[in-house]
């Protein structure tokens, strides 16, 4: 592949101690980012390399503007010149699977690298946990409003978010059967689904205003005639998604999740 022009010098970049500070990761010793050349068929949008700089390993983020990272990878640190920031590959670079991850760097605390997906899914958005030293992946989940606290004290790291999970079954029209599913594969209360029926009806009212205002129509019985055509859809016939607290705990390759809390929220799949 050919070398792309490089537009600016590549320069160690003040991060914000304080905005690191707040979150859950260990903070980088330094960041270097490399501006790339601009695509002349997409001049406007943004392409760079970014290295992440810690004391046992250097996170690679190669990203040409488009939907998730082009290339994520791991460097070794270098102990007499250190490891540079280049947009060609490196020998000694491990580049992670497209088919294993695809979306873009968070964060490395202890022994693990953090990766976000590149898009939502059912109002959620997926993580991937890599263990840095054997370049394995040891958790994958879907968490809404991120990840609340990160832990790693005598070998086992600790997570606190607000999982979404998605199940194979609608609660409204599955019924008993789909409640006692959605228990087992969860930990929540059959009692706490109770609420799936509401968030049904809310998110098939949202869906019906949708598609009123995309055809400008603000006549009040456009919301009614699109809620009922949902319903001709069998829009509650959806998998159901529900979000709850969960911790989730790995030592020595074990991982087990806990719920903390019951169901929060209940609506149809995407």
């Not at 989940?141 to 991120?146: K, Y």
């Not at 997570?159 to 409640?179: H, K």
């Not at 019985?221 to 509650?236: S, T």
Request: with cysteine; hydrophobic share 40%.
């Amino acid at each position: 592949m050919a070398v792309r022009a490089i537009t600016f010098a590549m320069i160690a970049c003040a991060v914000p101690t304080m905005l690191l500070a707040a979150e859950p990761f260990d903070l980088p010793l330094k960041v270097r980012n490399l501006r790339l050349a601009a695509d002349p068929q997409n001049p406007k949008i943004r392409r760079q390399v970014t290295c992440f700089y810690y004391r046992s390993i250097v996170i690679k983020q190669v990203d040409y503007g488009e939907v998730g990272a082009d290339r994520l990878a791991l460097l070794p640190v270098l102990s007499r010149n250190g490891t540079e920031c280049h947009e060609d590959r490196e020998a000694s670079e491990y580049v992670i699977p497209a088919d294993t991850w695809s979306g873009y760097f968070r964060g490395v605390k202890a022994d693990y690298a953090f990766f976000d997906a590149p898009d939502g899914i059912n109002g959620g958005l997926g993580f991937m946990v890599l263990r840095l030293y054997d370049r394995k992946a040891v958790l994958e989940d879907v968490a809404q409003h991120g990840i609340k606290s990160i832990d790693y004290e005598e070998g086992v790291l600790r997570l606190r978010y607000q999982r979404v999970f998605t199940g194979t079954c609608s609660v409204p029209t599955g019924g008993d059967s789909c409640r006692d599913a959605l228990v087992r594969d969860t930990g929540v209360s059959a009692g706490s689904l109770s609420i799936c029926s509401q968030g049904y009806r809310a998110a098939r009212e949202a869906m019906a205003k949708g598609r009123c205002a995309a055809q400008s129509n603000h006549q009040k019985d456009c919301l009614r005639q699109e809620f009922d055509r949902l319903g001709e859809q069998k829009w509650d016939g959806a998998a159901s998604v529900i979000a709850y607290e969960v911790e989730a705990a790995l030592k020595d390759g074990t991982l087990v999740i806990t719920p903390r809390s019951d169901a929060l929220a209940c609506h149809p799949s995407d």
